[in-house]
């Protein structure tokens, strides 16, 4: 699947209706339970645009678990490799939301 390339970072979560608006920088709409995540500025690009990322599903690690999201949006306060997740799949992945934060690693899916 793709070049292989695996990155990691940090996962945090958002609540897209309340931070960040319904719609997506990508354009589709998101809530609580979309499996969709937010990609760091560094690699998500111009934040006017759509990125190249855009639509792109990837295969996501973490501590509690693994799962397929498609990036959507973008997360300019996000380092290089880092993620914001939807609390669904934040609890998929990371486990429970008190954590906040954890270490993944991710690739295209």
């Known amino acids: ?17 309340t931070e960040g608006g319904s719609t997506g920088a990508c ?13 760091n ?3 998500y ?3 006017s645009e759509k990125s190249s990322w ?9 501590p509690a ?7 959507n949006d973008a997360c300019p306060e996000c380092d290089e490799g880092d993620l914001d997740l ?3 799949l934040f609890s998929k992945i990371v486990g429970d ?5 954890g270490h993944i690693t991710w690739s295209l899916a």
């Open 41 to 43: 500025a560094p690699q």
């Open 1 to 17: 699947s793709g070049s292989g390339k695996s990155y990691s970072g940090t996962a945090t979560f958002f609540h897209p209706a």
């Open 86 to 88: 939807t609390p669904k």
């Open 65 to 71: 678990g693994t799962a397929t999201a498609t990036v």
């Open 45 to 47: 690009g111009d934040m």
């Open 54 to 62: 855009c639509g792109k599903k990837i295969s996501i690690k973490g």
């Open 27 to 39: 354009g589709p709409d998101e809530d609580d339970d979309s499996d969709i995540v937010a990609l």
């Open 97 to 101: 939301l008190d954590k906040g934060v």
